[in-house]
T-cell receptor, first 115, second 114 residues
């Protein structure tokens, strides 16, 4: 069984600073993918970034980057130059290459950006 | 540019009533999913459909049924609603072209069962 753990229920960050949101995962599969989603207070789920288990480089998408440490089974999201609009819930999710490509989600981290 | 559309957005039911949540996607995706999100928690998979005509159970299927009506539509039915099914329900779809394809989500249906 797969499991995603996000140990930070809530975090504050000062506007314009960088912040790291932690995600650890557990799987016995060798081939898997890790996704981060943002859920603002309006409720929709917004895809941010993806990292494949065989990707040699850390993924980056604009201000988002993923600090992928395979041996530690961690896939932390780094947001640079935080903005007030970054205040939201952030979810880490894992897909194992099984039938259906299902996602297993962590419990989420609520990020609050202070002006 | 609709993406994934869920109806209704809000619904209040009484215990024992039945209800069908509708989901449609216009992205020609093969796979579709139903999740529930309880307060302060991540999403949990109820059912999914890897292709038209197939459905499979996820992590929390009890009390639900699904129908993959065609490639576009995937509905979730509560036959006899219970208060424990009060939740926000999300439908998602995915293009099955490579491992990096994310699931795209609808805006959710907020369901309260009294």
């Amino acid at each position: 069984a797969q499991k995603i753990t996000q140990t930070q229920p809530g975090m504050f960050v000062q506007e314009k600073e960088a912040v790291t949101l932690d995600c650890t995962y557990d799987t016995s599969d060798q081939s898997y993918g890790l996704f981060w989603y943002k859920q603002p207070s309006s409720g929709e789920m917004i895809f941010l970034i993806y990292q494949g288990s065989y990707d040699e480089q850390n993924a980056t998408e604009g201000r988002y980057s993923l600090n992928f440490q395979k041996a530690r089974k961690s896939a932390n999201l780094v947001i640079s130059a935080s903005q007030l609009g970054d205040s939201a819930m952030y979810f880490c999710a894992m897909r194992v290459n099984n039938a259906g490509n299902m996602l297993t989600f962590g419990g989420g981290t609520r990020l609050m950006v202070k002006p | 540019n609709a993406g994934v559309t869920q109806t209704p957005k809000f619904q209040v039911l009484k215990t024992g009533q039945s209800m069908t949540l509708q989901c449609a996607q216009d992205m020609n995706h093969n796979s579709m999913y139903w999740y529930r999100q309880d307060p302060g928690m991540g999403l949990r998979l109820i059912y999914y459909s890897a292709s038209e005509g197939t459905t499979d159970k996820g992590e929390v299927p009890n009390g639900y049924n699904v129908s993959r009506l065609n490639k576009r539509e995937f509905s979730l039915r509560l036959e006899s609603a219970a208060p424990s099914q009060t939740s926000v329900y999300f439908c998602a779809s995915r293009l099955d072209r490579g491992p990096n394809q994310p699931q795209h989500f609808g805006d959710g249906t907020r369901l309260s069962i009294l």
